[in-house]
Structure formats: structure tokens, C-alpha cells
């Protein structure tokens, strides 16, 4: 069974940090494009970072630029979200996915073969 479980949100004051993780199982993500996903509440998701299959090639969304890093471990079939300086704004729920396309595909153009159930992460005081 084909399973993409992500894990690490919750709630978090401003300007704390969080490490989100995403676990696939019944597949090898090291032939996938991989992206991390926020929506916020009452919004469309929206890409927020993805990451080529070797981790030579990223993207982040102009919002979380410099304050979050996307990394992945193909051997732990696993890709992590590091969110530093985290912001109200970064409210929502965060999914990861996976792609068998071109990073721009997956981070802006939302083109996923895999989606997993997401993560909530709330930023308050």
C-alpha cells in the first residue's frame, strides 16, 4: 500500500521552530520530486519548498526564504521541513508530495502523483 505520512506540526509561538517529516512507504522516494505544501486556513494550498530527486535543486516560495530548508534522506525514504522563525502566517496545514516531474511542475504548477493527510502546524502566543 502506497502511504506518504507526514509528522512534526503543532503549536509553536512566534519565532519558534518546528522540523516537519514525511515517511513514504510502498514506494522509493528517491525516484520523486518532492514538495512540501501549506494551506492556510480558508485558502488554496500553495507549494512552500520542494526538492529535486538528489537534492541538487530546490525551490522555496518567497515567503519562507531564508527561514525554512527543505532536505531529503532517499536511504530513510524520507524528506524534512526545517521552519525556523515561524511566523502566524505560517499557519495551516502542511502536506507533502511527490512528483515524477520537473521541480516547477510540482512546487507551482501543484502536479502531484502522491499527496499525504498533512500536518498542523499553528503559530501563536
Known amino acids: 500500500q502506497l502511504q506518504f505520512v507526514e509528522s512534526g506540526g503543532g503549536l509553536v509561538q512566534p519565532g519558534g521552530s518546528l522540523r516537519l517529516s514525511c515517511v513514504a512507504s510502498?514506494?522509493?522516494?528517491?525516484?520523486?520530486?518532492i514538495g512540501w505544501f501549506h494551506q492556510a486556513p480558508g485558502k488554496e494550498r500553495a507549494g512552500v519548498s520542494c526538492?529535486?530527486?538528489?537534492?541538487?535543486?530546490?525551490n522555496y516560495a518567497h515567503s519562507v526564504k531564508g527561514r525554512f530548508t527543505i532536505s531529503r534522506d532517499n536511504a530513510k525514504n524520507t524528506v524534512y521541513l526545517q521552519m525556523n522563525n515561524l511566523k502566524p502566517e505560517d499557519t495551516g496545514v502542511y502536506y507533502c508530495?511527490?512528483?515524477?516531474?520537473?521541480?516547477?511542475?510540482?512546487?507551482?504548477?501543484?502536479?502531484?502523483?502522491?499527496w499525504g493527510q498533512g500536518t498542523q502546524v499553528t503559530v501563536s502566543s
Open positions: 526538492i529535486s530527486r538528489m537534492s541538487s535543486s530546490t
Open positions: 510502498g514506494f522509493s522516494l528517491d525516484s520523486y520530486t
Open positions: 508530495a511527490a512528483s515524477k516531474g520537473p521541480l516547477f511542475n510540482l512546487c507551482v504548477l501543484n502536479e502531484a502523483i502522491y
